[in-house]
C-alpha cells in the first residue's frame, strides 16, 4: 500500500484525535476523519487504515469510550467520546507536542 | 470495554469482526454521501468511497488484532507482575498456596467420590433411555424368575430389556475360596447396552435357555489379569462354583458393569444358576426375589409411556405368577401390585444408596474448610496490602487508575487460587487411593472410577475461580480505596488503614474459630460413633472366630447326603488341631443377610401389623458355646435336635419379653404364620440379647432353631474359636474341610474382620471428618498465629513503651493474650450456635449420642480454645521478649 503524502505523521494521530473529541464531544470516525479533514484546512487527511486501529487502541488504553448510536440520518454509528483518563493524556500530549514543535523549531533555526 | 468483553472478543470471533464490519460499512456510506453530495452519480460514488478507505479486510484484521493484543498484552503484564510479586514474598506464597491447595484438594477428591458414585452416567451408549424396573416405590427393585419371564414377552414396550444378578463367584474348584464379583445376565444383556465385544462373542438371546450350556462372558481386566490378553480368554474354561464354564467372549474395555461400585469380572446367562446353586435353583421359584430389570426406552418414546404401558400389562403379569403356596391375603396383595419405572442412566448402586448422604455431608463439610483456607488467605492478602500500601499510593499517583489496580489485585489472587487449585488435584490424586480403601464394601474393595475427568477438572477450576475472587475482592478493594496522599506522606506502613484492617483481620478469625468449632464438634460426633460401635457388646464374642463358608448346594452328590456330610465335617473341626469350640450356622451376625418370618404362639394377638415378624437363625449345638453368648434358661441344641422328633427352638431375651411378656417361654409352642403351612416348635431355651443384621439396630427378636430345620439348605457357615496363629488356624480348617468333602471350596473369614466391614460406612466418616477436622484447626491455627504475629509487630513501638515505663513481661503477655481470648471467646460463642444448626445434619450417622451430646461438644470447644490461645501465645511471648532499647532507637 502507497502512503499518500499528506499522511499524518506516526504518533500525532492519537492527539488529533483526542483533540477532536475534545472539541466535538461524542462523535463517530467519519466525524473525526471529516473534521480533522476541515479544520486543517485540507492539509491532513486521517488515513482510514490508520484511523480505527488507533480508536480500537485509544478504547483499550481506557481514553476513549465506545457506544453504538442512531445518526440524524438514523444509521446506526460506533460513537466515541473522550474519558477522564482521555482528558489527562490530552494534556500530556499536547506538551509532548509543543516540546517536540519547539525544540525541532530551535534545531531548523539555529543549526 | 469491560474485562470481560475483552475477554469475549478472544473467543466470540464472529460478533466482534461483524462489529468491526458494521464500523467500516458506516464509515463508507457516509464516504459514498458526500461523494454524491459533491455530484458524483452513486454508482460511482460509492466505489470511490469504497477505494479511498482503502482494503477493507485489512483494515478490519488490524482493529482485530490491536483489540486482542491489547488485552493479551494487559493480561500478560498483569500476570508477569503478580508472579513477580508473589516470588517476592516466598513465604506468603507459600503458605497460601499450600492453604489452598488442601482446602481445594480436599473438595476435588470428595467431588471425585461424588462424581463417580452418584453423578456420572454409565459408560455406554445412550445412558439416559434405561430406566429400571420397580414395583411401586424406587427401592422394591428385585424380581423373581417367573416374573421376569412375563416381563421379557413384553418386549415391544422396550428397545431392549433385561434381567441381572450381581453375585460372587467362586474360582477355586476345591480349597479356599477364590471369589470375584460377577453377575448373571439374561440375553439381551449386552445388546440392550449397546456394549460391544473386545474379542469372540457376547451372550444373546440363545445363549439363555433353560438347561443352557455353561458359558461365560468376561471383563475385559479378567481376560488380562487371567488370560494374558483379551483374545487369549476366549475359549478358555474357569470353574465357577466347582463347574467348569467355557468363556466365549470377553466385553468392551469401557464396560464396567451397570452397578456403581461393583463390576463384575464374569457375566453368566441366567439359565446357569441351577448349576452353580444346585438342585432346581431359583428358576422356577416364585417367592424367591432375586433379579434386577432394567429396559432402554424406545428411541421415539418416553419414560411416561413405559411407566403406562408397563401398568397396563402389570395386572397380567402377576396373575400368570402367582405363588399358589400363600395365603389368600398374601395372593390378594400379590396381584394388587404394579411394575413401574425410574430413569437409570447413572446405574444401579448400593454403594450409592448407602453413602448418598454421607458424601453430601462430607462436600459440605470440605466446603467448610476452604472457606477456612480462604479466610486465611484473605487474611494474608490483608496484611500484605497494608504492606504494600506505599507500593500501590506510589502506583496511583503516577496514573494507574483504580480499576487497573484492582486488576492486578485480583489477578494476583486468581494466579494463587489456580497454583492453589494445582497443588489441590495433586492432593485429590493421591488421596483417591485412600478413599476407596476407606469406603470398602463387604468382602472385598469397592470398584470405583475415580479418574479425574473433565467434570472434576471443571469443577476444580470453578472453585479454585471463585475462591481466587472470593478472597481477593475484600484486599483489592481495600487497596484501592486509600488515598495515596496521605499514604505517601505518613511515609511508614499502616497508616490509615492499619486499624481497620486489623478489625478485619480479627472478624475473619472469629468466623475461623467458630468454623473449625462446627467441623471439631462434627469430628467428635462421629469419632465417637465409630467409637461406640466398634466397642459396644454384641451379645457375642468376636475375637478369635473364624468363618467357613461351604456351598453345599453345587456339591456333586446325592441331596439327603449334604446334611450328613455337614455335620461330619462340624465334628472333624472340632477335632482339628487346639480341638477349638467350632458350630455351625445359617446366618452369621452382621453378615448383611437376614431371615425373617411371623411368629404366632397361642393366645398373642400382635399390636402392630410387624410386630410378630421376627429374626430367624438355624444353627448347630454350641452355636452359643462358640460365639460366647450365654444361655439364660432351658438348654442349648444336641446334635440329634431337628433330625428327628418335635421340632425345637430357642429364643433371644427380646423375642421372651416381646410374645411372653413376664411369662417363661420354656416348653410353650410357637409357629410361623406364613403363606406355607408350617409344623409348630417347641421352645426349649432362652439365650442373651446378640446383634443381628447390623451393630447399629437394637437387638431384634430372634428364633434359633436347628441348622436341619431351617427353610433350605444350600450353604452353611462353620464358626471355629481358635488360640491358634491365624495362619494355623485356617490350614486346620481347610485340612478338616479337605478330609471329609475334598470337591468343597471354603470362603474363610473372621468375625471380627465381618464386623469392621459393616461399620465402612462409619470408619470413613470418621476417618475423614475426623482428618477434615484437623485440617481445619491447623488452618485456623495458622491464621490465627499470623494475625497476631502481624498485630503483634504493628504494636511494637507502643508495646516497646509499655516495657519502658515499667510494664513486666507478664504483664505483656497477658495484654496480648487478652487481646487472643477475646477473639477466641466470641468465635467459640458463635461456633458453639453454628455446632446446634450444623451438627443436626450428621443426627442420623450417630449412634447413642445426640447432636447436642454435652462431652463432645465440651471436648470441641477446649482443644479449639486450646489451640488458638496457643496460636496467639508465641506472638505474645515473643513481643515480651524483644529488647525496649532496640525498638525504641529505631525510630
Known amino acids: 500500500m502507497t502512503r499518500p503524502r499528506n499522511d499524518i505523521l506516526q504518533g500525532t494521530l492519537v492527539l488529533l484525535i483526542l483533540r477532536t473529541l475534545a472539541v466535538q464531544g ?35 488504553e481506557g481514553w476513549v469510550k465506545a457506544e453504538w448510536g442512531t445518526t440524524e440520518k438514523n444509521r446506526q454509528a460506533r460513537f466515541y ?25 530551535r534545531v531548523l533555526r539555529f543549526a | 470495554m469491560s474485562w470481560l468483553s475483552r475477554i469475549g472478543n478472544v473467543f466470540r470471533r464472529r460478533s466482534h469482526v461483524q462489529e468491526i464490519d458494521r464500523e467500516i460499512a458506516f464509515h463508507i456510506q457516509e464516504a459514498t454521501d458526500r461523494l454524491e453530495a459533491e455530484g458524483m452519480p452513486p454508482a460511482q460514488a460509492s466505489q470511490e468511497a469504497a477505494r479511498r478507505f482503502g482494503h477493507q479486510p485489512t483494515v478490519r484484521e488490524r482493529v482485530r488484532d490491536v483489540d486482542i493484543y491489547l488485552w493479551l498484552e494487559s493480561l500478560l503484564g498483569d500476570l508477569r507482575y503478580a508472579v513477580r510479586t508473589l516470588l517476592r514474598a516466598p513465604g506468603f506464597t507459600v503458605v497460601a498456596v499450600v492453604s489452598l491447595g488442601l482446602g481445594i484438594g480436599a473438595n476435588t477428591a470428595i467431588f471425585s467420590l461424588l462424581n463417580a458414585v452418584i453423578l ?29 419371564e412375563e416381563i421379557a414377552r413384553q418386549e415391544e414396550i422396550f428397545a431392549g430389556v433385561f434381567a441381572f444378578s450381581s453375585q460372587r463367584f467362586n474360582l477355586a474348584p476345591s480349597g479356599q475360596a477364590r471369589l470375584v464379583d460377577g453377575a448373571y445376565v439374561s440375553g439381551g444383556f449386552f445388546s440392550t447396552l449397546g456394549v460391544g465385544a473386545e474379542a469372540g462373542r457376547l451372550l444373546a438371546a440363545a445363549d439363555d435357555q433353560r438347561g443352557c450350556p455353561a458359558v461365560a462372558v468376561a471383563s475385559y481386566g479378567f481376560g488380562r489379569s487371567e488370560f494374558g490378553d483379551a483374545a487369549h480368554a476366549v475359549g478358555q474354561i474357569v470353574s ?6 467355557s468363556i466365549i467372549g470377553v466385553a468392551q474395555r469401557s464396560f464396567t458393569g451397570v452397578e456403581i461400585g461393583r463390576s463384575p469380572h464374569l457375566y453368566l446367562p441366567i439359565c446357569t444358576e441351577p448349576l452353580i446353586d444346585g438342585g432346581k435353583g431359583a428358576l422356577e421359584e416364585r417367592s424367591n426375589w432375586w433379579l434386577q430389570l432394567m429396559g432402554r426406552i424406545p428411541p421415539a418414546g418416553s419414560e411416561a409411556q413405559v411407566v403406562a404401558r408397563l401398568g397396563a400389562v402389570s395386572a397380567e403379569l402377576f396373575r400368570a405368577t402367582l405363588p399358589g403356596d400363600w395365603s389368600t391375603e398374601g395372593q390378594q396383595n400379590y396381584l394388587k401390585r404394579t411394575v413401574t419405572a425410574y430413569p437409570a442412566a447413572t446405574g444401579l448402586s448400593e454403594v450409592r444408596a448407602r453413602y448418598r448422604m454421607a458424601l453430601m455431608i462430607l462436600m459440605a463439610v470440605v466446603g467448610v474448610v476452604l472457606l477456612i483456607a480462604c479466610a486465611n488467605v484473605t487474611n494474608l492478602l490483608l496484611a500484605r496490602a497494608a504492606a504494600r500500601q506505599r507500593e500501590l499510593a506510589m502506583r496511583m499517583a503516577i496514573g494507574a487508575g483504580r480499576g487497573r489496580i484492582m486488576r492486578q489485585m485480583l489477578t494476583e489472587s486468581i494466579l494463587l487460587a489456580l497454583l492453589g487449585g494445582g497443588l489441590g488435584v495433586l492432593f485429590a490424586r493421591w488421596s483417591t487411593t485412600v478413599l476407596i480403601e476407606l469406603i470398602g464394601q463387604r468382602g472385598g474393595q469397592v470398584a470405583l472410577d475415580l479418574s479425574l475427568d473433565g467434570r472434576v477438572l471443571g469443577f476444580t477450576l470453578l472453585v479454585a475461580l471463585l475462591t481466587g475472587v472470593l478472597f481477593g475482592v475484600a484486599p483489592a478493594w481495600r487497596s484501592v480505596r486509600l488515598d495515596p496522599q496521605v499514604v505517601l506522606k505518613s511515609g511508614g ?13 480479627k472478624l475473619l478469625v472469629i468466623a475461623q474459630i467458630a468454623l473449625s468449632l462446627v467441623l471439631v464438634a462434627t469430628a467428635g460426633l462421629l469419632l465417637g460413633t465409630f467409637r461406640s460401635l466398634s466397642t459396644l457388646s454384641p451379645g457375642f464374642h468376636p475375637e478369635g472366630v473364624y468363618l467357613a463358608e461351604v456351598q453345599f448346594g453345587s456339591l456333586d452328590m446325592p441331596e439327603e447326603q449334604k446334611p450328613v456330610v455337614a455335620a461330619a465335617l462340624l465334628e472333624r473341626m472340632r477335632n482339628s488341631p487346639g480341638a477349638p469350640s467350632a458350630s455351625a450356622s445359617v446366618i452369621t451376625p452382621v453378615s448383611g443377610r437376614g431371615w425373617n418370618s411371623f411368629l404366632l404362639t397361642q393366645g398373642y394377638h400382635p399390636s402392630g401389623k410387624h410386630d410378630n415378624l421376627v429374626w430367624f437363625n438355624g444353627i448347630s449345638d454350641r452355636y452359643f458355646a462358640t460365639m460366647g453368648t450365654a444361655i439364660i434358661a432351658g438348654r442349648d441344641f ?21 410374645i411372653f411378656g413376664k411369662v417363661s417361654p420354656i416348653g410353650k409352642t410357637i409357629w410361623v404364620h406364613n403363606e406355607q403351612a408350617e409344623p409348630p416348635m417347641e421352645v426349649i431355651g432362652v439365650v442373651e440379647d446378640a446383634k443381628y443384621q447390623s451393630l447399629r439396630d437394637s437387638v431384634a427378636p430372634t428364633v434359633y432353631v436347628p441348622w436341619r430345620q431351617a427353610e433350605h439348605f444350600g450353604s452353611l457357615i462353620y464358626e471355629v474359636r481358635s488360640n491358634l496363629p491365624p495362619a494355623e488356624a485356617v490350614a486346620g480348617i481347610l485340612a478338616a474341610a479337605a478330609a471329609v468333602i475334598p470337591s468343597a471350596s471354603l470362603e474363610i473369614s473372621t468375625l471380627p474382620g465381618q464386623l469392621a466391614d459393616s461399620l465402612a460406612r462409619e470408619r470413613l466418616m470418621a476417618t475423614l471428618s475426623g482428618f477434615f477436622g484437623a485440617l481445619a484447626l491447623l488452618l485456623a491455627l495458622i491464621g490465627q498465629y499470623g494475625t497476631m504475629a502481624y498485630n503483634v509487630t504493628r504494636r511494637r513501638k507502643e508495646l516497646g513503651i509499655r516495657v519502658a515505663l515499667g510494664a513486666t513481661r507478664g504483664g505483656l503477655v497477658r495484654l496480648v493474650l487478652g487481646e487472643v481470648g477475646r477473639m477466641v471467646v466470641i468465635g467459640l460463642a458463635l461456633g458453639t450456635l453454628a455446632t446446634f444448626a450444623g451438627t443436626r445434619l450428621v443426627t442420623a450417622f450417630l449412634y447413642a449420642r445426640t447432636p447436642l451430646d454435652p462431652l463432645t461438644l465440651v471436648i470441641a470447644t477446649l482443644a479449639v480454645a486450646v489451640v488458638s490461645v496457643a496460636a496467639g501465645a508465641i506472638p505474645a511471648v515473643r513481643a515480651s521478649r524483644q529488647d525496649p532499647q532496640s525498638v525504641l532507637r529505631e525510630e
Open chain 1, 81 to 105: 467520546s473522550l474519558t477522564a483518563a482521555g482528558r489527562k493524556e490530552l494534556v500530556q500530549e499536547q506538551e509532548r507536542w509543543t516540546r517536540l514543535t519547539q525544540g525541532v523549531g
Open chain 2, 240 to 245: 465357577v462354583g466347582g463347574q467348569p464354564f
Open chain 1, 26 to 60: 461524542k462523535v463517530h470516525g467519519y466525524a473525526i476523519t471529516d473534521h480533522i479533514h476541515r479544520v486543517s484546512a485540507e492539509q491532513l487527511r486521517v488515513e482510514e487504515g490508520s484511523l480505527y486501529p488507533a480508536l480500537h487502541r485509544m478504547e483499550q
Open chain 2, 638 to 658: 444336641t446334635g440329634q435336635d431337628g433330625t428327628t422328633g418335635p421340632r425345637v427352638a430357642l429364643v433371644n431375651q427380646a423375642l421372651a419379653t416381646r
Open chain 2, 120 to 148: 456420572r452416567s454409565l459408560p455406554v451408549a445412550r445412558p439416559e433411555q434405561l430406566v429400571k424396573l420397580t414395583m411401586g416405590s424406587e427401592t422394591n427393585d428385585v424380581f423373581t424368575n417367573p416374573l421376569w
Open chain 2, 493 to 505: 506502613a499502616g497508616a490509615t488503614a492499619g486499624s481497620s484492617t486489623l478489625t478485619a483481620g
